[in-house]
T-cell receptor
Framework: GQQLNQSPQSMFIQEGEDVSMNCTSSSIFNTWLWYKQDPGEGPVLLIALYKAGELTSNGRLTAQFGITRKDSFLNISASIPSDVGIYFCAGQRSDGGSQGNLIFGKGTKLSVKP | NAGVTQTPKFQVLKTGQSMTLQCAQDMNHEYMSWYRQDPGMGLRLIHYSVGAGITDQGEVPNGYNVSRSTTEDFPLRLLSAAPSQTSVYFC???????????FGSGTRLTVV
């Protein structure tokens, strides 16, 4: 089955740093979602994007729906320790593929720099 | 407001045993899905439902059955557990396919 290409796979953050991650696909999507998962918990929705070019913020988080509709970006500004966790992108294909359900990336794991 | 409730939180099965993972939501969502999460694999769709009485297969349906007799409940049945089914299972629900899904806290299943 198709999965989104999410990068980087992991990264280390120092408090106060800005963080960027992205997802790309060979297919066109009509919805992009960004989730965060804490250890032992289910993913929690952070931001939803429904329109090409859309830029949406949620506090220190900003996400963009790529103009080509094949990618999306998530930025975290001025990171804090509670930002650690796994971030997943998810998308819904515009051609009805995958039965219209969400396709998930493999996640970006944020850890604190030792 | 409980959201999506999954039971049990942990389960150990012997190969060949069967069991049902329970999922209930109290948000009157039409869409419900089951995913499994394996290390480095992200979330993969097992089965989904777009309303009571309607179910369909996702990406990895083999070895699993589902039914949707009510809007609230969407149980996942393992017919004959295999070690390859060791995973974390998440149930999720949504108002509609393109809206954000709300996830439960997961069931951690080990098959020995």
């Amino acid at each position: 089955g198709q999965q989104l290409n999410q990068s980087p796979q992991s990264m280390f953050i120092q408090e106060g740093e800005d963080v960027s991650m992205n997802c790309t696909s060979s297919s066109i999507f009509n919805t992009w979602l960004w989730y965060k998962q804490d250890p032992g918990e289910g993913p929690v929705l952070l931001i939803a994007l429904y329109k090409a070019g859309e830029l949406t913020s949620n506090g220190r988080l900003t996400a963009q729906f790529g103009i080509t509709r094949k990618d999306s970006f998530l930025n975290i500004s001025a990171s804090i320790p509670s930002d650690v966790g796994i971030y997943f992108c998810a998308g819904q294909r515009s051609d009805g593929g995958s039965q219209g359900n969400l396709i998930f990336g493999k996640g970006t794991k944020l850890s604190v720099k030792p | 407001n409980a959201g999506v409730t999954q039971t049990p939180k942990f389960q150990v099965l012997k190969t060949g045993q069967s069991m049902t993972l329970q999922c209930a939501q109290d948000m009157n969502h039409e869409y419900m899905s089951w995913y499994r999460q394996d290390p480095g694999m992200g979330l993969r769709l097992i089965h989904y439902s777009v309303g009571a009485g309607i179910t369909d297969q996702g990406e990895v349906p083999n070895g699993y059955n589902v039914s949707r007799s009510t809007t609230e409940d969407f149980p996942l049945r393992l017919l004959s557990a295999a070690p390859s089914q060791t995973s974390v299972y998440f149930c999720a629900s949504s108002y509609g396919g393109s809206y954000g899904y709300t996830f439960g806290s997961g069931t951690r299943l080990t098959v020995v």
